[in-house]
């Protein structure tokens, strides 16, 4: 899974499928813990991030919000800076 993004211990990824009805996410890592985000809402819909951390990663990702909706429809990953 190519990495997006790294910052305060969380490492953000994103994982295309062939099946074309999911909806666009990223995943977000933190030590032993994960979850999936939805692109469009940026609500957690899978996984068992600690709330703060869910926090930080809504935060990051409003920033960064349209520019993964366009990584996920191109396919094509690049990095994106991190949360400072």
Known sequence: MPEIA???GLIIKMY?????NAAPN???LYGEYMG??????LEMFKGDLPPR???IV???AVLHQSELL????SQKIRRLPPLV
């Open 6 to 8: 790294r910052f305060y």
């Open 16 to 20: 295309f499928t062939n099946d074309k």
């Open 26 to 28: 990223f995943n977000a």
């Open 36 to 41: 999936e985000f939805d692109i469009n809402t």
């Open 53 to 55: 951390a869910v926090n």
């Open 58 to 60: 809504r935060e990051w």
């Open 70 to 73: 366009e990584m996920w429809n």
